[in-house]
């Protein structure tokens, strides 16, 4: 499991690069940590699964792009489509004048389409900006 995070003043979002899952996301304010996303408790438990579940359910966490949103009758692609399921790179990930940004492509084609995922954090902000952008 490869895991890239990114973070500005407040907030930090962790990404999994193996499904492109946001495994981790928490918001500092107020003395406190606010979590907001839940991640399947057999992820980091060392559970052994049956072999024939999709890699982004063995890996279920947070947030992800479904593209399809269920099974594809279109071209063959595991429940809820590539980029749930399959590797993600990172192109780009820097700081910015209030926060930080990363661009992350996937590896595995969409119906011919790349499929680019960008997120932003903005410095005292309680939220992450993501954006998916298909080319």
Same mark, same amino acid.
């Not at 590797?87 to 004048?97: F, G, P």
């Given at each position: 499991? %490869?895991?890239?995070?990114?973070?500005?003043?407040?907030?930090? *979002?962790?990404? +999994?690069?193996?499904?492109?899952?946001?495994?981790?996301? @928490?918001?500092?304010?107020?003395?406190?940590?606010?979590?907001?996303?839940?991640?399947?408790? $057999? *992820?980091? !438990? &060392?559970? %052994?699964?049956? +072999?024939?579940?999709?890699? &982004?359910? @063995?890996?279920?966490?947070?947030?992800?792009?479904?593209?399809?949103? /269920?099974? /594809?009758? *279109?071209?063959?692609?595991?429940? #809820?489509?590539?980029?749930?399921?399959?590797? $993600?790179? =990172?192109?780009?990930? @820097?700081? %910015? +004048? +209030?926060? $930080?940004? !990363?661009?992350?492509?996937?590896?595995?084609?969409?119906?011919?389409?790349? @499929?680019?995922?960008?997120? %932003?954090?903005?410095?005292? #902000?309680?939220?992450?900006?993501?954006?998916? =952008?298909? /080319?």
């Amino acid at each position: 499991m %490869t895991i890239h995070t990114i973070k500005a003043r407040g907030i930090s *979002v962790s990404l +999994d690069l193996t499904v492109g899952h946001i495994a981790d996301m @928490v918001v500092e304010g107020g003395g406190r940590q606010l979590k907001p996303l839940h991640r399947a408790p $057999w *992820v980091d !438990a &060392g559970e %052994t699964l049956p +072999d024939n579940l999709p890699e &982004g359910t @063995v890996r279920l966490s947070g947030d992800f792009l479904c593209a399809p949103f /269920s099974r /594809s009758d *279109v071209e063959e692609a595991p429940l #809820h489509g590539w980029p749930a399921n399959s590797a $993600w790179d =990172v192109v780009e990930s @820097v700081a %910015t +004048d +209030d926060g $930080w940004g !990363a661009v992350y492509r996937l590896r595995h084609k969409v119906m011919g389409a790349s @499929v680019d995922k960008i997120l %932003t954090l903005r410095d005292g #902000h309680p939220f992450l900006y993501q954006e998916h =952008v298909f /080319s």
